[in-house]
């Protein structure tokens, strides 16, 4: 699995200025949907930004795994999770957007984004602060 966590982190040349544009984008999408979820608009008028939110979001949560995987096994990667998780109950729960549940991610968005590293980095399935030396040492929780 070191493909999934190599030793190091994997880097490339202008990392962090494409990282900042997909966010911008991300954050210029997920704008538009309040178009759905707080004002009900029409699809045509939103429908652009949540493909604009999607792609740069599946492409930041790619660029996160292929830098280093330990991003899943934290709460920063399995916030993301959940955050899908309770966008996509209008296609199985709900018939249209809910406010509650956008305002809900966005809550959940600001308070693991600028948590602190204790937060952001802790695991829900090995109930620690998960490191890269925890990987390597393969002791991830294991008795």
């Not at 190599?6 to 202008?14: E, L």
């Not at 939110?53 to 492409?59: R, Y």
């Not at 934290?74 to 296609?91: H, W």
Request: proline share 4%; net charge positive.
């Amino acid at each position: 699995m070191s493909w999934l966590f190599p030793i190091d982190k994997r880097d490339f040349p202008g990392r962090r200025w494409l990282s900042i544009t997909l966010r911008t984008l991300h954050l210029i999408g997920i704008a538009g949907l309040a178009g759905a979820y707080l004002f009900h608009l029409p699809e045509s008028q939103w429908m652009p930004y949540l493909w604009m939110a999607v792609l740069s979001g599946l492409l930041m949560a790619a660029m996160a795994v292929y830098v280093d995987g330990i991003w899943l096994l934290q709460l920063r990667g399995q916030a993301i999770f959940l955050k899908l998780l309770l966008l996509s109950t209008v296609f199985w729960l709900f018939d249209e957007p809910q406010s509650g549940i956008y305002l809900l991610v966005i809550l959940i968005s600001g308070v693991v984004s600028h948590a602190p590293g204790k937060v952001r980095y802790y695991s829900l399935w090995h109930r620690k602060v998960l490191t890269k030396a925890d990987l390597i040492n393969k002791n991830c929780g294991e008795s």
